[in-house]
C-alpha cells in the first residue's frame, strides 16, 4: 500500500513524498471522528508561523488516557513549538486544544497548570539557592499567609516523591544538585501542582545512561499512577523503550503518527529524515591530490556541562572541500566545530592549518591563522545587532585590514568596499550604514558570510548555514558556499538538515556521542536514510522489530577514518 | 562605655544593610538607601522636635523613607527607569531636598539647631547597672534594640513566611516566580518598601540618638557602607548582619579615638571608608575563586 502526501512547506514550495507501506499513517488533517472515549489531550490542526517561518502547519496529536506519548522529530522540525502550545507558552494562529473532548484555551501557563497540564523544560526553571521543597512549593505553599507550614511541605512532597519513586533531597539547595536530580525536583514540582499530563522536553538531553533509566522507571511508574506523558525527542531508541504512541513531526508537518508498534525503525527514520529528493547540485569533490589545507588529529573537546563532548577526533580536510558535519544534536559536532574555532577549550589534539601546527588555541589565534567562523546563532553571535552593516563586515580586520588611515579608520573605504560585498552577496538593505538588526535573517546570515569569504579564509567553519531561512536565501548562501571552495577554501558546515549536507558536500561526516562514526564521499548512493541511521548510531539503537530493512545493512560507502 | 558606642554606630549600618539585603535579594539594588537615611533624619528631627514625642520622629523617619522607596519603586519598576539612575535621583533628592526643607522651616542651611531637639525613647533594664554587658544594652534607644531584632526578623522572614521565600526567588530567577503563578513586581515593591523602612529607622537613630539634631549631609555615605557591608556579607541575613556591625566597631574605635587620643581626626574618620575598600577587595577575590570553583547552575 502506497500512501501519497501533498505537503507544502515554507513558501509555498510542495514536495512529493512517498510512504511505503505505512498503513497506520494518515495525511495530516484527514482525522476520522474519534471513538470510544475522548482522549485525555487533544491538538487539532494547530499551526503557528513566526513571520515567514512556518513552525507548525495543522498539527494534529492525540494522546490517550496514561499512556507515554513520543513525538519524535529532528531539530526545528516545530516539536518545541508544539509542546509550547499546549502548555499556554505560545499562542496558536489556528486550531484547537482540547482535554477530556472539551476545548480549552490556554493563554498562559498558569491556566495550563489549573487545567492539569504540567511542563519540564530543557533548561529548568528553578531558583539555584532555594531548596527543591521551596522550589517545588513556590507560589502554593501550604500555611498561614505569615508561616509556612514547612513540615507539611515536606511531608506532603515526600509521600510524592515516594509513590513515584523520584528520590531527591528536598532540604539540599538546588544549585548543588545534578542535572538528573534537578529534572527529578522539575517533574515533583509540575505533579505538586496537580499535573495530569506531564510534558517532557527532551528528557534525557542531559542525562547519563544510568540516569536515563532511572527517568525512565519514573515515567512508568507515573502512568501507572494515572499520569499521562507526552514527551519530546529526537532519539529512536527512546521511542522503541518507553513510547506507547508516537506521533512524527517534519518540517511543522505531521508525517505519521499511530501505536509504535506498528513502526519499524527504518520508517520512523524516513518519516523524521525524510526521503526528499535532492535538487541542488553537490560540490565538485576535489582532486586527491590537492594539498592538505587543514588537519585536526585526536581532538577532545568540553561541552558545556564540562563534560566531554568530543572524544579524540581526527579529520583531514583539502583545499576546495565541502565537508558536512552531521549528528542528532548533542553528540558532539558542534563542541567540535566550536573547538575548532576556538571557542570552546580543546582538551587533547593537535590542530593545524595550511601545515604549520598552532598552540595554545583561541579564537583570535584560529582567525589569525586563517579561520573563518559562520556561528551557529548568527544575530547573537554573527553581528553586533546595533551596529551598522559596513561595521559588521570589517569589525574583523579594522586593526591590520589596511582601514586605518592617520590613526582613524578609513570610513569612506570600508563603506565603498561594503557596497561592493553587498552587490556581491546580494544583499537586501538600505545601504551600508542599516543596523544588521533591521535586516531578515537571510541577509544577515549574507552579511556574516561576506565578511568571513571576504577575509579569504583558508577554512571556513559554518554552522547551520541556512537555518529558519527561506529557500530563495538558501539558495544564494549554499551558492556563496560553493564559490568559496573552487577559490580553494576548505568548507566544514554543520547542519541538521540532512537533505542540506546532501545538497551541498562533497564529503559527509557524521558524529556519534562525541566520535567520529562515519566519513563517506558524497554521491548518489549516499541517501538521508543511510545517514539518518548512522546519526542514530545504526544497529545498537534500533528497535528489534525490523528484520528487514535495517539500516545498518547497508554499508557507507567509504565508512572508515574517524576515531 | 565603648561597647554603648558600638551599639549605637552599628544600629544604623545594621538596619541599612538590612533593608538594602532585602531590597537586593528580590532583585532591586537599592543605592537609593543613603537618601533614605538622610531624609529619614531629618524628619525624625522635625517630627520629635515639633510633637514633643520620640516615638513620632521615628513614625516620620519611617513614612518618609517609605515614601522615596515607593518613589525608586514607581520610577524603576512601573516607568522601567534605569535603577542606578533613579537611585542617583533619590540620593540628589535628599541631599538638596533636605537643605531646602530645613531652610523653608528654620531659615538655615546647615543644621536643624533652631527647633527643639527630641530623642528617641530608650528601654531600660531595671538593676542591670552592675551586670558587664546588660549595663551597656540598658538605657539604649528602642532603634538599637530594634536592630538587635532585626536578624533573628529577617531570619523569620528569610525561611518561615511566603514574603521571604518569594523575595529569595525573585533576584534570583524571576520566571521561575512567573511560572507559579505570582508577580516579582509585588514582591519587589514589598521589598523595597521595608527596605525604605529599615532605612528610615536608621536615619531616625542618626539624628535622635547617636548625635542629637540634624546637620547637612549627616549619613555621610553610610548607606552606601551598608550596601557594601550586604555584600561584604554574601548578601545572607547573617553575614549583613555581622559586616555591619564591623562598620559600627570601626566607627566606634574612631569616635572613641577622636575624643581620647590626639591622633589626625581626619585618618581616624576615614577609617570605615578605608576598611569598606578593603572589604569589598577581599569579597571580590572570593568570589572570583567561588566562580571559578562551581560553573553555575543552568
Known sequence: MVATTRSSIGSGFSVLMTNHDLATVEPHGAGEPPTGPPYRLEAVKLSKAYGQLTANHEVSLRVTSQSVHAVLGENGAGKSTLMKMLYGVEQPDSGQIRLDGVPVKLPNP?????????????????????????????????????????????????????????????????????????????????????????????????????????????????????????????????????????????????????????????????????????????????????????????????????????????????????????????????????????????????????????????????????????????????????????????????????????????????????????????????????????????????????????????????????????????????????????????????????????????????????????????????????????????????????????????????????? | MLLSTILQNAAPYVLAATGCLLADRAGVVNIASEGMMLFGALAAVLGAGYSGFGLVGLLAAIVVASLLAAILAIFHLHLRANLILAGLAVNLLATGGTVLVLYSLTGRTGDSSGIPQGSLPEIAIPGAEHVPVLASLSGQSIVVWLALISLPATLYLWHRTRLGLYIRAAGESESALVESGLRPNRVRWAALLLSGLLCGMAGAQLSLSTTHGFVRDMVAGRGFIALGAMYLGARTPVGTFVAASLFGVLDAVATVLQVRTNFSTQILLSIPYVAILLALFLNGQRLRRVRRGIGGVS
Open chain 1, 110 to 563: 498558569k491556566a495550563a497548570v489549573a487545567h492539569g497540564i504540567g511542563m519540564v523544560f530543557q533548561h529548568f526553571g528553578l531558583v539555584p539557592s532555594l531548596t527543591a521543597a521551596e522550589n517545588i512549593a513556590l507560589g502554593v505553599e501550604p500555611g498561614r499567609p505569615w508561616r509556612i507550614d514547612k513540615r507539611e511541605i515536606l511531608d506532603s512532597i515526600g509521600a510524592l516523591s515516594d509513590a513515584m519513586g523520584l528520590h531527591v533531597d528536598l532540604k539540599r539547595p538546588v544549585a548543588r544538585m545534578s542535572t538528573a536530580q534537578q529534572q527529578r525536583v522539575e517533574i515533583l514540582k509540575a505533579l505538586y501542582r496537580g499535573a495530569r499530563v506531564l510534558i517532557l522536553d527532551e528528557p534525557t538531553a542531559l542525562l547519563t545512561p544510568q540516569e536515563r533509566r532511572a527517568l525512565f522507571d519514573a515515567v512508568r511508574r507515573l502512568t501507572e499512577a494515572g499520569t499521562t506523558v507526552l514527551f519530546i525527542t529526537h532519539k529512536l531508541s527512546e521511542v522503541a523503550e518507553l513510547a506507547d504512541d508516537v506521533t512524527i513531526l517534519r518540517r511543522g508537518h505531521v508525517v505519521g503518527h499511530g501505536r509504535h508498534a506498528d513502526f519499524n525503525t527504518a520508517q520512523l527514520v524516513e518519516l523524521m529524515v525524510g526521503g526528499r529528493p535532492v535538487t541542488a547540485r553537490r560540490a565538485p569533490a576535489p582532486l586527491p591530490t590537492a594539498p592538505k589545507a587543514a588537519s585536526f588529529t585526536g581532538l577532545s573537546v568540553t561541552g558545556s556541562q564540562g563534560r566531554e563532548a568530543v572524544h579524540g577526533v581526527s579529520l583531514d580536510l583539502r583545499e576546495g572541500e565541502v565537508c558536512g558535519l552531521v549528528g542528532v544534536d548533542g553528540n558532539g559536532q558542534l563542541e567540535f566545530l566550536e573547538g575548532i574555532a576556538g571557542i570552546r577549550p580543546v582538551t587533547a589534539g593537535r590542530i593545524e592549518i595550511g601545515g604549520v601546527a598552532l598552540r595554545r588555541w583561541t579564537h583570535r589565534r584560529a582567525r589569525a591563522a586563517g579561520l573563518g567562523y559562520v556561528p551557529e546563532d548568527r544575530l547573537s553571535a554573527g553581528v553586533v545587532p546595533a551596529f551598522p552593516i559596513v561595521d559588521n563586515m570589517f569589525a574583523d580586520r579594522i586593526t591590520y585590514g589596511g582601514y586605518r588611515r592617520h590613526g582613524r579608520l578609513d570610513k569612506s573605504r570600508m563603506r565603498s568596499e561594503a557596497v561592493r560585498l553587498i552587490e556581491d552577496f546580494d544583499i537586501r538593505c538600505t545601504g551600508p550604514l542599516q543596523p544588521a538588526e533591521r535586516l531578515s535573517g537571510g541577509n544577515i546570515q549574507k552579511v556574516v558570510l561576506a565578511r568571513e569569504i571576504s577575509r579569504g579564509p583558508k577554512v571556513l567553519l559554518v554552522a547551520e548555514p541556512t537555518r529558519g531561512l527561506d529557500i530563495g536565501a538558501a539558495a544564494r548562501i549554499h551558492e556563496a558556499l560553493a564559490d568559496a571552495a573552487r577559490e580553494g577554501t576548505a568548507i566544514l558546515v554543520l547542519s541538521s538538515d540532512v537533505d542540506e549536507v546532501l545538497a551541498i558536500s562533497s564529503r559527509i561526516c557524521v558524529f556519534h556521542e562525541g566520535r567520529l562514526v562515519a566519513d563517506l564521499v558524497n554521491g548518489d548512493e549516499v541517501t538521508a536514510e543511510i545517514i539518518g541511521a548512522l546519526m542514530l548510531g545504526s544497529a545498537e539503537d534500533g528497535p528489534a522489530d525490523s528484520p528487514a530493512a535495517s539500516p545498518a545493512d547497508v554499508a557507507p560507502p567509504a565508512a572508515g577514518g574517524g576515531a
